[in-house]
């Protein structure tokens, strides 16, 4: 799994700290990543919206799920059952 | 009260001293007219920034981990005044603001005695204690000591805010002229990208684009399978979204990940968060 934020990469920084948290956090402050998945600014807020992209190692999607507001996001075992 | 005028000073002086100057530093911005601009400063060398660029002004740089903790530092004191968050981007341009009003003017650096009794007046305003405070900066890693630095900071841009009203000066007309006629620019990551100059008019706090359409997103969305033989990862920002388009981004604790590289050692479940921290 591959955390992703737009927010600098100090602030993501303090998560990581703050939770100890193991797999990749990336800081995306200029929205690159988030742009070209199609998913910044959804909300007007100028934040990425709360998604999730599986992608095989071929680099294809093979599945996804964008939120439709702040605190919608699929269940990890939904997530899970996606894996190829 | 002018809006335009109070949203302008929220912009320079940020959340937490806005709550605190209110009235009296509002006054300063009414009625008055712009005067003759003062002297430019002087060239200033390009300083040593501590790691990644992410703004210079007239040669001062701010460090991306300076705004990081700038960012950090507003959500924890909007969290306490009880307001939302600026954007890391409006976060940017207020430290750019006061780094103007810093440049162009010489206030003393305000003392600890003076700084602790902002600090308190803000907690009595906020209605929350000190271990309140310090537990909140915890919370996202941050010491009382950058609280205190960003709180010496505010009251020497309130200070040389008020030199310049003293001065004449309309301070909304002063800032828009000097943001006109300052070397600004915004980098990207640790590569020199201008993306704003000295040409443009006042960048807007926030720029909203348009929202992407998610189409292509909803039609990814169903599984398919693997084809038989790797198609190379598209990079350009308008793929359809078939395939996963490639980045390269800094990572927490160092380096940097590159999607195509992650993929070599196995799927990939890429999360976008909208918040952190």
Redesign the interface.
């Known amino acids: 799994?591959?955390?992703?934020?737009?927010?600098?990469?100090?602030?993501?920084?303090?998560?990581?700290?703050?939770t100890g948290a193991t797999f990749?956090?990336?800081?995306?402050?200029?929205h690159?990543?988030?742009?070209?998945?199609?998913?910044?600014?959804?909300?007007?807020?100028?934040?990425?919206?709360?998604?999730?992209?599986?992608?095989?190692?071929?680099?294809?999607?093979?599945?996804?799920?964008?939120?439709k507001n702040?605190g919608d996001r699929p269940d990890e075992r939904v997530?899970l059952e996606?894996?190829? | 009260m002018n809006r335009t005028i109070t949203s302008r000073l929220w912009a320079i002086i940020g959340v937490g001293v806005a709550v605190i100057v209110g009235v009296g530093a509002l006054l300063m911005f009414l009625g008055r007219g712009p005067g003759e601009l003062p002297p430019a400063p002087p060239p200033v060398t390009l300083t040593q920034a501590d790691g990644p660029i992410a703004a210079s002004i007239n040669g001062s740089v701010i460090s991306q981990s300076s705004w990081g903790e700038a960012v950090l530092l507003d959500q924890v004191l909007s969290g306490l005044a009880g307001q939302s968050a600026p954007t890391p981007e409006e976060t940017l341009w207020r430290l750019i603001d006061q780094e103007l009003v810093l440049q162009s003017t010489s206030e003393q650096e305000p003392t600890a005695e003076q700084v602790e009794a902002q600090i308190t007046a803000l907690q009595q305003t906020w209605g929350v204690d000190e271990s309140a405070v310090t537990a909140a900066l915890e919370r996202v890693g941050l010491k009382r000591a950058v609280f205190e630095q960003a709180v010496g900071r505010l009251l020497k841009v309130q200070a040389g805010l008020a030199t310049l009203t003293n001065q004449g000066y309309d301070t909304a007309a002063w800032l828009e002229e000097h943001r006109g006629g300052a070397d600004i620019q915004i980098f990207e990551g640790a590569a020199a990208l201008p993306i704003s100059t000295a040409q443009s008019p006042i960048p807007t706090m926030s720029v909203p684009s348009p929202p992407p359409t998610l189409a292509a997103a909803k039609a990814a969305a169903t599984p398919t399978s693997a084809p038989a033989t790797a198609p190379p990862i598209p990079t350009s920002p308008l793929a359809d979204l078939e395939f996963a388009p490639d980045f390269t981004l800094e990572r927490a604790g160092g380096g940097a990940l590159t999607l195509t590289e992650q993929l070599s050692e196995g799927p990939v479940v890429l999360v976008f968060f909208q918040r952190c921290g």
Do not use: C, H
Request: hydrophobic share 55%; proline share 8%; net charge negative.
């Open positions: 799994m591959v955390a992703l934020a737009v927010v600098p990469l100090a602030q993501v920084d303090g998560v990581r700290k703050v990749p956090l990336l800081a995306d402050p200029v690159r990543a988030a742009e070209a998945y199609g998913v910044y600014n959804l909300f007007n807020d100028a934040l990425a919206a709360p998604s999730v992209f599986v992608v095989d190692t071929d680099g294809r999607i093979v599945w996804s799920y964008v939120g702040g997530i996606q894996l190829p």
